[in-house]
């Protein structure tokens, strides 16, 4: 069984910088492409970026290009989260996924086999 914790979380001004990170067990790190989603109260969980399983490949919802970076670390069977300037809207629990099927880089979550149980992001104004 895979597991993921996400950690790094907390509150931050608006302009400021997270980094959250993910770290994974239960099976080979390096197999698995990772997402990063997000769900703020009353929406569905969005997709913010992803990586692909050697870390050559990284895609991004369009509302965090420029701002984000996700990047991995397969020694330390860890999966990152750049965030800088921040907005209050960006408020919400943040997740981390992993695919192990896809053949390619996929924003649907339907597509992720794993999930971490989020880490709360608080952006105040």
């Known amino acids: 069984q895979v597991q993921l914790a996400e950690s790094g979380g907390g509150l931050v001004q608006a302009g400021g910088s997270l980094k959250l990170s993910c770290a994974v067990s239960g099976r080979t790190f390096s197999s698995l492409a990772m997402g990063w989603f997000r769900q703020a109260p009353g929406t569905e969980r969005a997709f913010l970026a992803a990586?692909?399983?050697?870390?050559?490949?990284?895609i991004y919802a369009e509302s965090v290009k420029g701002r984000f970076t996700i990047s991995r670390d397969n020694a330390k069977n860890t999966v990152y989260l750049q965030m800088n300037s921040l907005k209050p809207e960006e408020t919400a629990v943040y997740y981390c996924?992993?695919?192990?099927?896809?053949?390619?880089?996929?924003?649907?979550?339907?597509?992720?086999?794993?999930w971490g149980q989020g880490t709360q992001v608080t952006v105040s104004s």
């Open positions: 990586i692909s399983r050697t870390g050559g490949k990284t």
């Open positions: 996924a992993a695919d192990r099927t896809s053949a390619y880089l996929t924003t649907d979550r339907v597509a992720y086999d794993y």
